[in-house]
């Protein structure tokens, strides 16, 4: 028989809440086919359809929040699994803090202390990628009362625009179709799609090739939220498209500088959390990609992992094929369309019309002075709005733009010179 012995066991519950940064006030949307809202909503979101999430913390003491569900779980579990109990959000096994089949998480049981699971376990790290970047989440989809299990590419909450959005991503490969979607209808935000496989250069059929939308190849590697890193786990790490991350990137961008600044490169397109990529590209993938206008993600030894192209899938010989400038005009339709708006049912006269370019040209300037447009001149007066748009209750103003392009090729030439030559 065994001596007598004290055993303390040390259960941990605990979370790494990983490094992240704040200060973005940019909105992105991401569509949930898996159930998010379902899974982690309060009674208000799960009868919506709507999550807002503003940072990376909230997001994460959501799994382990005591809060009851906002809904019957038995009763709605075709929802998001096709009706098995066991992997419903929250069910405690036998031998946990609850019986098996009798309870959820509530009263004094936490959620989920062991991290995200089951189908909405992709959206959740996706969510939590680009929270890491300080901007805000809206999440939309189905297992709510608004959304149920069906959701198409051409019916999802965010074409409502009364949900005001800067970005919108897509999770997974599966989620392309739902989020180009989006921004091709509204034109108001830039999508961030994934390419659907990690070794090709190949631009996925489901994304509307406009200015609108940006694909991004690739996928990173990160710890968990409960695990330190050892060399035994590395192949154990989460795997997550880079198309949060680019939004991200976006995100970061709005913050400590202006939408119309490129968010690649060095200053500005480093990805955070990351331990390797899946894939590393090569130079000559990235030239193939980048002639697909496809963006990579590359990480070099001792500069990090950086976002390495800012192509949208706009035409080429369009300016609107670079984020940065797409992203400019997207604001100035946003900010000057709203000025407008001032001028509805007044009257069509020169005053109207001194008052609508007083407004935009100061406007303009100060973009300018930011460093986003070389020139603009705006017309609005009798020579567009001529006698008969006046009749016909129109009201016109042209807007001539010269946006500031990225540098995307840098050319140094060394010359060598004999010690007695001039340098001039």
Not at 256 to 269: E, H
Not at 302 to 310: A, S
Not at 356 to 379: C, E, H, T
């Amino acid at each position: 028989m065994a001596r007598p012995n004290i055993t303390v066991l040390v259960e941990d519950q605990s979370f790494v809440i990983p490094f992240s940064e704040s200060g973005s006030l940019t909105r992105a949307g991401m569509v949930s086919l898996g159930g998010l809202a379902y899974a982690l909503g309060t009674t208000a979101e799960h009868k919506t359809g709507v999550m807002t999430i503003s940072s990376v913390n909230e997001w994460i003491a959501r799994l382990n929040s005591t809060e009851t569900l906002g809904h019957d779980g038995w009763k709605e579990a075709s929802i998001v699994n096709g009706g098995s109990h066991s992997e419903m959000p929250f069910f405690h096994t036998a031998g946990g803090e609850a019986t098996a089949g009798t309870k959820y998480a509530g009263g004094t049981f936490a959620r989920w202390p062991s991290g995200p699971t089951g189908a909405w376990k992709d959206e959740w790290w996706a969510a939590h990628n680009y929270l890491q970047y300080g901007g805000v989440l809206i999440v939309g989809g189905t297992g709510t009362v608004e959304n149920t299990a069906t959701l198409t590419a051409s019916a999802t909450a965010f074409h409502d625009k009364q949900i005001p959005l800067d970005l919108v991503f897509a999770a997974t490969g599966d989620h392309v179709s739902h989020t180009s979607n989006i921004a091709s209808f509204r034109q108001d935000c830039i999508a961030v799609c994934p390419t659907t496989l990690a070794d090709t250069a190949a631009l996925s059929s489901s994304q509307t090739n406009d200015e609108f939308n940006v694909s991004v190849h690739g996928y990173k590697k990160h710890l968990g939220i409960n695990q330190g890193i050892r060399e035994d786990a590395l192949d154990d790490l989460i795997q997550t498209p880079l198309a949060a991350d680019v939004a991200g990137c976006m995100a970061r961008t709005d913050a400590v500088a202006d939408p119309w600044w490129s968010p690649a490169g060095f200053k500005r397109g480093q990805i955070l959390g990351t331990v390797r990529l899946e894939d590393n590209p090569t130079d000559a993938e990235m030239d193939t990609m980048y002639d697909g206008k496809i963006n990579p993600v590359v990480t070099f030894p001792g500069e990090g992992t950086v976002l390495f192209g800012d192509k949208t899938l706009a035409s080429s010989s369009s300016t609107l094929s670079r984020i940065n400038v797409s992203r400019l005009f997207i604001h100035l339709k946003k900010t000057i369309g709203a000025a407008a708006r001032d001028k509805l049912f007044e009257l069509n006269d020169e005053d109207t019309r001194r008052s609508f370019r007083n407004a935009v040209d100061p406007f303009l300037r100060s973009i300018q002075a930011r460093r986003g447009l070389y020139d603009f001149r705006v017309v609005c007066d009798e020579t567009n709005n001529t006698a008969s748009i006046i009749d016909s209750n129109n009201f016109v103003a042209d807007i001539f733009i010269k946006p500031t392009k990225s540098i995307n090729f840098i050319r140094i030439r060394f010359v060598n010179k004999n010690t007695n030559d001039s340098l001039e």
